[in-house]
C-alpha cells in the first residue's frame, strides 16, 4: 500500500521560509505524478504545485515565483520549498501521486489526478 509522509511545516512569520517534505513507502515517485495541494479553515482544497514523472513542474499563480517543487529520487523524498511566505499562505499542505486508479481525463491542478494522499502538515505564517 502507498504511504505518503508530509514534515517540515511550522510557525513562520511573513517574508520566512519553509520546506516540506513528503516521504513515501509503496510508491516510487519518479514513476508517477506528484503534487502539493493546501486547505486553509473554511476553504477548499486548493493545488500548489507539481511536478511530473518527468520531473516537469508546474505551480499555481498564487505561488509562482516563490515556491519550488523538486524530488529526490535516490531519497524517494518530494520537495515543496516555500520562500517569501505571506500570511495567506497559511493553511494545511497535503502531498498527493496519481496513480493506476486516478482520473486522467482532468487537470493535473484538479486532486481527482491524485489517488494517494499524506496527512498534510500545517503551515502557519504570522504578520
Known amino acids: 500500500q502507498v504511504q505518503l509522509v508530509e514534515s517540515g511545516g511550522g510557525l513562520v512569520q511573513a517574508g520566512g521560509s519553509l520546506r516540506l517534505a513528503c516521504a513515501a513507502s509503496?510508491?516510487?515517485?519518479?514513476?508517477?505524478?506528484t503534487g502539493w495541494f493546501r486547505q486553509a479553515p473554511g476553504k477548499e482544497r486548493e493545488f500548489v504545485a507539481t511536478?511530473?514523472?518527468?520531473?516537469?513542474?508546474y505551480y499555481a499563480d498564487s505561488v509562482k515565483g516563490r515556491f519550488t517543487i523538486s524530488r529526490d529520487n535516490a531519497k524517494n523524498t518530494v520537495y515543496l520549498q516555500m520562500d517569501s511566505l505571506k500570511p495567506e499562505d497559511t493553511a494545511v499542505y497535503y502531498c498527493?501521486?496519481?496513480?493506476?486508479?486516478?482520473?486522467?481525463?482532468?487537470?493535473?491542478?484538479?486532486?481527482?489526478?491524485?489517488?494517494?494522499w499524506g496527512q498534510g502538515t500545517q503551515v502557519t505564517v504570522s504578520s
Open positions: 498527493a501521486t496519481g496513480g493506476s486508479t486516478a482520473s486522467l481525463t482532468v487537470s493535473y491542478t484538479n486532486p481527482k489526478r491524485y489517488d494517494s
Open positions: 509503496g510508491r516510487t515517485f519518479s514513476s508517477y505524478r
Open positions: 511536478i511530473s514523472r518527468g520531473a516537469i513542474t
